[in-house]
């Protein structure tokens, strides 16, 4: 990278229905962005490579996050799966929270 620092970028991607975490080395969020882009794949953030050989996945994603696994669909899109009853959204909190299983069961269906 020519003398710049290298910063760990965490990013999520659909694989056979699956859900898979990746970690990208990119100069800065400008870079990882483009990177995500190319393997079509959602940037989580700036995030620190696990100790661990096998990563958790996170139960459940924000809406935000949620649109990008699913192709960069829409807000309205997102909501209508919901309502269709293509996706699951966590209980008893406020914010939308689209739980894994579902997202990994919509991939599957593509």
């Known amino acids: 990278m020519n003398g710049t620092s290298v910063r760990t970028f ?3 991607r659909a694989a056979n229905g699956r859900l ?3 970690w990208l080395e990119a100069a800065d969020e400008t ?3 483009e990177l995500c882009l190319r393997i079509n794949a959602g940037l989580e953030g700036e995030d620190q490579r696990p100790e661990s050989a096998a ?3 996170p139960v459940a994603y924000d809406a935000r996050t949620a ?3 699913l192709g960069g ?3 309205s899109s997102l909501y209508k799966e919901l309502i ?3 996706l699951e959204r966590v209980g008893g909190t406020r914010r939308v929270l689209i739980t ?3 997202l990994e069961r919509r991939c599957r269906r593509r």
Do not use: D, K, Q, T
């Open 10 to 12: 965490s990013a999520i």
């Open 20 to 22: 898979r975490r990746l």
């Open 31 to 33: 870079e990882a962005h």
């Open 55 to 57: 990563p958790l996945l």
């Open 67 to 69: 649109r990008r696994l």
């Open 73 to 75: 669909i829409s807000r």
């Open 84 to 86: 269709l009853g293509n």
């Open 100 to 102: 894994r299983e579902s």
